[in-house]
């Protein structure tokens, strides 16, 4: 499927092709929801870095979260990089070199119309803010760390790969 998405203000946009296009993890970790999780968690989905197509990048920022150091002596920086407009702060995407051929657009920049998930996972719920309340419905999975399931995993099972 192929998403178009821009930031708020319209300064940035960007075009790719996804095959994992349908809405359906919520990340509740500290990171999503500060830099991008307006109930609490962000949702990402899964494209094509290859098919990524940017205008507007003399307004991109980059932020790479800092993690604490296992010694506890200092932190260093998460591979991850976090795209965002400079101009009015909408989160973008995220994109790891770990994993360069994957970009991750954030379900809450993509314009082109999103199929509806038919259930929910929920993850990272160890980190989540105390006020947070995990919505969704009662059978949805729901794990303190990452999913036993990947994304590419999640879509082909629901029937929604291509």
């Known amino acids: 499927m192929q998403l178009e998405a821009s930031c708020h203000c319209g300064k940035v946009k ?10 359906f993890m919520r990340c509740y970790c500290s990171i999503c929801r500060k830099t ?7 949702i990402n989905l899964g494209g094509e870095a290859r098919s990524m197509k940017v205008t507007g990048k003399r307004y991109l920022g980059i932020y790479q979260a800092q993690f604490p150091d296992k010694d506890g002596s200092g932190t260093h920086p998460s591979s991850a990089r ?8 909408s989160a973008l995407w995220v994109w790891d070199p770990t994993w360069p051929d994957l970009v991750h657009p954030h379900a809450s ?12 996972v929920h993850c990272l719920l160890d980190s989540k803010a105390p006020w947070v309340k995990v919505e969704g419905e009662p059978g949805d999975p729901r794990f303190g760390h990452y999913p036993d399931k990947s994304l590419a995993q999640w879509h082909k099972d629901k029937g929604f790969a291509q």
Do not use: M, Q, W
């Not at 991008?36 to 962000?42: K, Q």
């Not at 976090?82 to 702060?89: A, E, L, S």
């Not at 119309?113 to 929910?120: A, K, R, T």
């Open 36 to 42: 991008a999780g307006g109930g609490g968690y962000a």
């Open 109 to 120: 920049a993509i314009d082109t119309p999103l199929p509806v998930p038919p259930d929910n």
């Open 82 to 89: 976090r795209y965002f407009c400079t101009k009015c702060g």
């Open 14 to 23: 960007f075009s790719l092709e996804s095959h994992e296009p349908v809405p």
